[in-house]
T-cell receptor, first 112, second 111 residues
Framework: DTAVSQTPKYLVTQMGNDKSIKCEQNLGHDTMYWYKQDSKKFLKIMFSYNNKELIINETVPNRFSPKSPDKAHLNLHINSLELGDSAVYFC???????????FGPGTRLTVL | EDQVTQSPEALRLQEGESSSLNCSYTVSGLRGLFWYRQDPGKGPEFLFTLYSAGEEKEKERLKATLTKKESFLHITAPKPEDSATYLCAVQAATNDYKLSFGAGTTVTVRA
């Protein structure tokens, strides 16, 4: 049974389109995250949510809008996609904002 | 701002050839230092947490150590299945809910 799952695994789209990535965790954690991993493998946090409340927004463009309908889900909607948005996006979860985090398999976004 | 620097960027080892990875960090009060392993096409997988200087953790052929400025991940007698990218991250005492990652060290172990 997958602990942290993301859909879709691959996303190929044109510049200017809007897309969403979904994430679900079944670990019972209260904190969820979105990370971006660029082509150089550098993993950078984008958002942290605790009990559905936004805790961290790391100077991410307004085109990115996370939504947490409940503690087990954190979705990411991206408007007006740009070439520079191409990357792998990882969802993760932990308890109480701890650094022991469990990551999903990633969503590879390619913007053409 | 928290900074994490990992070296080397890449490491090629012969099976059985032990080596160490370095993680230097700057953080305003360390809550914890974390090591993760990432296989190609997969998400990072948690390995260790270290909280204070002098602490050590072991798991199979891996051993992580911590000083006030850096952490080492020692790989003893590596096997090809140890090939992966190893990521180091820090969490500041004043900044819950945020991990700052280094760029990683990609380890390749040849049989």
């Amino acid at each position: 049974d997958t602990a942290v799952s993301q859909t879709p695994k691959y996303l190929v789209t044109q510049m200017g389109n809007d897309k969403s990535i979904k994430c679900e965790q079944n670990l019972g954690h209260d904190t969820m995250y979105w990370y971006k991993q660029d082509s150089k493998k550098f993993l950078k946090i984008m958002f942290s949510y605790n009990n559905k409340e936004l805790i961290i927004n790391e100077t991410v463009p307004n085109r990115f809008s996370p939504k947490s309908p409940d503690k087990a889900h954190l979705n990411l909607h991206i408007n007006s996609l740009e070439l520079g948005d191409s990357a792998v996006y990882f969802c993760a979860s932990s308890q109480d904002g701890g650094g022991t985090q469990y990551f999903g398999p990633g969503t590879r976004l390619t913007v053409l | 701002e928290d900074q994490v620097t990992q070296s080397p960027e890449a490491l090629r080892l012969q099976e059985g050839e032990s080596s160490s990875l370095n993680c230097s960090y700057t953080v305003s009060g360390l809550r914890g230092l974390f090591w993760y392993r990432q296989d190609p096409g997969k998400g990072p997988e948690f390995l260790f947490t270290l909280y204070s200087a002098g602490e050590e953790k072991e798991k199979e052929r891996l051993k992580a150590t911590l000083t006030k400025k850096e952490s080492f991940l020692h790989i003893t007698a590596p096997k090809p299945e140890d090939s992966a990218t190893y990521l180091c991250a820090v969490q500041a005492a004043t900044n819950d809910y945020k991990l700052s990652f280094g760029a990683g060290t990609t380890v390749t172990v040849r049989a």
